[in-house]
């Protein structure tokens, strides 16, 4: 009888290795589309917040489009109709193309929340002392609505991290790609699907530790 | 000095000021008494500017705050304002709160600001509590360090929103105090204020506020002795 063909072969550290790679891939997918995204979304809340109509009619309706749509439903319909614009992006560029959006709808009602948290007598304050408008939102308005809605914000963050997973399904090689390619070779989900959620895990509790120490410095 | 002439200001139909005309020269501490409503509040509004007004004008030193054109940032560091609620800004310590428009308003450096509000939280009592956040610091704690933040402007003028009247009783004395010591060292102030005792012994003259009308303004012995309006009258007779 002949030897039979070993299709499968069992997990090994350098398997451990790739997904440590893939991890940081994940990071880093996460960190540029949560910065970018949150800085886009502070600024449509503030349109959300001073724009009164204008924005009900402009920026309110493009933000409810990504907010209600599924991620899984906007990364496909992006990745696959972008180049008929003559947009030739690949994965990890649509993918931040999108999470950065997908970010920005979230964080700008988080924002829009956090500004109408400071009372108008305050504002009313700092005016009083000759700041500028601007002034008065830089030294403001921004570090105590920013605070007040943190908590928010780092949820938006965290939910961001764990939804760019959906990434994979455009190729990117991420954490959850990653551990597809690992699964469908050794044929052991369970191990790796329990290295990849640890992997997860490592990326979001340091920084829902450091949110929680940032809250409890804020309180005092 | 602050000339106001013919003030109307309107909130929608609300006719909240009716034709105020009223000087208010250097040196001077007026208080304004008349009931919740008068127009008394929004008359301070007016007058930095925090409010529009519909017709006529309100001058500071030649300056028609309301015309089009004029610096009102620059304009409101001469008028201070403290307010019923005392805002102090919860995410800066003390001598944050009253460094910050100093060097971003005027732009002292770091060191100079911090220099400014150590003086005046020292001025107001504060000295104790530089590195205190405003959630430590009682009721008039928090309006003192709204007159040091005011004060650490180098304002010509002061404008007192019912100062007094969110505190707790037994806070409103220290308050009240560090006003009185404002006054004596010559600051210009226009007090809008339920304290009868603050208005009678403290200001150099008084005005009544009815309906959004100035219906009398006199020195205090006249308004608390020998008021000529029947509202003035009423309203001290039922304060008292």
Request: aromatic content about 4%; proline content about 7%; overall charge negative.
């Given at each position: 009888m002949e030897p039979t063909v070993s299709f499968f072969s069992g997990f090994t550290l350098n398997d451990l290795w790739f997904l440590g790679e893939a991890a940081l891939r994940t990071m880093w997918i996460s960190a540029l589309s949560i910065t970018i995204g949150t800085v886009l979304g502070v600024l449509f809340g503030w349109v959300l917040y001073e724009g009164k109509w204008i924005a009900t009619l402009t920026v309110a309706p493009f933000l409810d489009i990504f907010r209600s749509v599924p991620l899984i439903i906007q990364l496909v319909l992006f990745y696959n109709f972008a180049p008929i614009v003559g947009l030739n992006l690949d994965p990890f560029a649509s993918g931040v193309v999108i999470l950065t959006i997908y970010t920005a709808a979230l964080v700008a009602n988080v924002a829009r929340g956090g500004m109408e948290a400071v009372p108008a007598p305050m504002r009313r304050a700092a005016r009083s002392l000759g700041m500028t408008y601007w002034q008065d939102l830089r030294h403001v308005v921004l570090p105590i609505g920013g605070r007040a809605v943190f908590p928010a914000w780092v949820g938006v963050a965290l939910g961001v991290m764990k939804d760019s997973a959906l990434v994979s399904v455009l190729g990117y090689v991420e954490l959850l790609k990653a551990s597809q390619i690992l699964i469908t070779r050794t044929q052991e989900p369970f191990l790796i699907l329990t290295l990849a959620g640890a992997f997860y895990f490592a990326l979001s509790y340091p920084i829902s530790r450091y949110a929680a120490t940032l809250e409890r410095k804020w309180a005092q | 000095m602050i000339e106001i002439r013919d003030l109307h200001k309107y909130f929608g139909a609300l006719h909240v000021l009716k034709g105020i005309n009223l000087d208010v020269k250097k040196g001077e501490v007026l208080s304004v008494i008349g009931a919740s409503g008068s127009g008394k509040s929004t008359l301070l509004y007016c007058i930095n500017g925090l409010e529009p007004i519909q017709q006529g004008h309100v001058t500071v030193d030649g300056t028609d705050v309301h015309a089009r054109g004029t610096d009102i940032n620059g304009l409101r560091q001469k008028l201070g304002m403290v307010f019923q609620q005392w805002?102090?800004?919860?995410?800066?310590?003390?001598?944050?709160?009253?460094?910050?428009?100093?060097?971003?308003?005027?732009?002292?450096?770091?060191?100079?600001?911090?220099?400014?509000?150590?003086?005046?939280?020292?001025?107001?009592?504060?000295?104790?509590?530089?590195?205190?956040?405003?959630?430590?610091?009682?009721g008039g704690q928090q309006q003192r360090l709204a007159i040091a933040r005011a004060l650490a402007m180098e304002p010509e003028y002061m404008l007192f929103d019912e100062a007094t009247s969110a505190l707790d009783p037994e806070l409103v004395g220290e308050v009240l105090e560090t006003m009185r010591m404002l006054a004596e060292e010559g600051m210009t102030m226009i007090c809008v204020t339920h304290e009868m005792g603050f208005a009678r012994d403290v200001s150099d003259r008084v005005a009544f506020f009815h309906q959004g009308v100035?219906?009398?303004?006199?020195?205090?012995?006249?308004?608390?002795?020998?008021?000529?309006?029947?509202?003035t009258r009423k309203f001290l007779a039922n304060v008292r």
């Open positions: - | 805002n102090s800004f919860p995410h800066l310590t003390a001598l944050e709160n009253v460094a910050l428009a100093p060097r971003i308003v005027k732009g002292k450096s770091r060191a100079e600001a911090s220099d400014i509000a150590r003086k005046q939280l020292g001025h107001v009592g504060l000295g104790e509590k530089l590195d205190v956040y405003p959630s430590a610091l009682s100035m219906e009398e303004i006199g020195p205090p012995a006249q308004i608390f002795g020998d008021a000529q309006s029947e509202h």
